[in-house]
Structures are given as structure tokens and as C-alpha cells.
């Protein structure tokens, strides 16, 4: 079975939507990617037909409502190859993922002048709740730089490495360079070091084949809405023997074991850190997006994705003034750029008049920027939807602004 293109697109009824009378060019996706059919219809029917709230009720609709948020937690379970679902957190997506670890981390794991390695590629959720951790704490940062690619190697971290280091936490794909990292090397060394691992996987979860399990790594987080979900649901994935070690982040019903007025005890994972009632509709959103991308990737999704980027890479730069940042990554899903003499911003703007969605700014990765002494790049970022007309309107629009700027 071979990818299909119009089949696919036919499947996303957002594409039918004109901006300024002009054909939709969604090349946001990086920053969230369109929902198919299947995801909106499947919240719809659960909503008008099987609500109620979970593992709080023996009626009919409160079972019926828990079997299906627990199969999808068994769905992310197989689609990431976890050993088994109670490793699976329900949370509100990776940003809530990578606090409740650090916050949870932060009643005993972590002691004053102990270390936590980042790279500068990280996303700004991947970079706060470490510095909470430095204040609250009294851990210190340290950083690792990449290349003008994103390029990092892994005697980086052996440089870098002290016994102090308790924690690496490190994206599988940059969001600006779209570089992939050589993550199984650096947790084998990690490991050989007595050193944990968190990887925020937002962007490759949509892009690469995940398996946590040949990974080793010992967290792992991403955001349904990344994956063709819906907003307001991610995971955490964690070993089940250190999410049993954790303590929890928030309080409240379900995650309690037994409630005494001087003292209390604590469910098992994955209930002890889903407190009060959770993003039920999402989280079957979520399986159902799931669902749909599995069989996107057996019919070639991957392989398709890298020819519609190499199609892109080479278009853009064909153009004038154009520098994109990342040049080598030509499999990358998404391109960021700026165009001499003129603003991202602008540029955005411009190219939003032709129907064409882009997004302008910091990505939430200042600290990348700085190393390019940049204040912000345009990025344009594909996905499943994504074809050969949408890059040529996008790259007729870009000249359109080049021009205007001339």
C-alpha cells in the first residue's frame, strides 16, 4: 500500500478553508498540525454518546467512559512500545509532562550543586521548569552547543559530564533545524554514568519511528496536538520502577490511595499523577489520532514527508536574499530562514495575504537564536497534508515578498 496524497488531504476538512479568497497553505505544522475527520468525529460521538467521568462510577456510562480513556492509553502504550500502560501519563501536554517530572524530581532526587545537561536547541518548555529547579533547588545548568546544522556529538556530553550530573533532558528533533540527534548514544553514556534521561519528543513523535524501549530512554513526552490530536492532552512515558519512586507533583481525588486526617498514602502509577478528573475527550482524541497516523506510516508517511522536503529544500533555495538555517537538514520537516532585508514578521505577513500559514518569531528557543545572534527566523513546516502545490504557492508567495522589500 502506497501513501496517497489527495486521499490524505481529502481527510482534513480545514484544507477547503480560503484565506483571503486564496487556497489554504497550512505550513504550520511544527507548531500544531490539522486534525483529520476521523480525530474530530471520534471526540463528537464520545461527547453525544458515551460521556461520563472515569473510575469513579459503576454505571453504565462511567465504565463504558473509562474503557475507552484506558484503551487509549493502551494505543499510546503499543504506539511507543512501552513494556506496559501503567508507564502511561495522561497529562495536558508535553510542557505539563516536563514540569511534573522536574517538580516531582525536586523532593528527592535532586540535591544543591548537583548538574542537569541541556543542548542549545531546546524548546522553552524544556529549559523553565529546570530553571525552577535552579532556583528552588540549587541544581546548576549546563549546555551544550550545537553546529550551524544542529549537528551535536556526544563527546560534548562526555566533556561535560561530572558525577554531579543527575539528569540530561534533550529534544529528538529541534523544532527550528529540524536536526535529529544521536539520542541511543548519548543515553548509553548517560546510563554508563548513573545519569537519567528525559527526551521532549514533540516534533519527532510526528516525524520518526519511536520505540522507547530500543531508545532506553527513562522519560519520554510529547503533545497530542503535534500528532494530528486535539490541544490539552500529552504523555509522559517513564520506567515504571522510577515513576513508582516519584513523588507527585498535584493533589487531589483519584491519585489517593487513603486520606487520613494526619496523614494520607498514594495510588500506584499512572493514577498517582493524574489527579482530579482528567482531559477524558482528549485523551480518546488522542487514541483516534493514533489510530490514523499508524496507518499513515504503513502506507509511507515517512518516506513521503522526506521526498515533499527535499522538493522543499531545494525550491527555497533557489531563491535570492534566502538564508535558511539548517541548510544540511534537507529530510527536515520544517525550514527556517530569513530573507535579507527584511523582518520575519513582515515576511509572514506578506506571504498570510497569499493564503499562506508560516510562523515568525522565536519558536520559544531564545537561546538558539542567540547562538545564531538572531532575534527571530521565519519557519515553514510540513505535514501528512502537505504537497508539491502547497510548497510552489508558498514559494511563489515568498518571492512576491522578496520583491516587495527590493
Known sequence: MSFDINKTRDDFPILEKRIHDKKLVYLDSAASAQKPSSVINSMKKFQEEE???VHRGIHYLSNLATDQYEFSRKKVKDFINADNENEIIFTMGATDAINLVAQSLSYDYFNPGDEIILTIMEHHSNIVPWHF??????VNIKWIDCDNNGVIKVEDFLSVISDKTKLISITQMSNVLGSEIPLKEIINVAHDNNIRVL????QGIAHLDTDVKDLNCDYYVFSGHKLYGPTGVGVLYGKYDLLESMHPWRGGGEMIKEV??????????????????PN?????????????????????????????????HNEINKLPKVKVYGEKNIKSPMISFIVDGSHPHDIATIVDKEGVAIRAGQHCTQPLLDFFNLSSTARASIGMYTNKSDIDIFINA????ISFFD
Open 51 to 53: 460521556y461520563a467521568n
Open 260 to 277: 487520613f486526617k494526619d496523614q494520607i498514602t498514594y495510588s500506584k502509577p499512572p493514577a498517582k499523577f493524574e489527579a482530579g478528573t
Open 398 to 401: 515568498l518571492n512576491k515578498a
Open 280 to 312: 477524558i475527550v482528549q485523551a480518546v482524541g488522542l487514541g483516534a489520532a493514533i489510530d490514523y497516523f499508524v496507518e499513515k506510516k504503513k502506507q509511507g508517511l515517512f518516506d513521503y514527508e522526506k521526498e515533499i522536503a527535499k522538493y522543499f
Open 133 to 138: 529547579l535552579r532556583e528552588k533547588c540549587g
Open 199 to 202: 527526551v521532549d519528543g514533540c
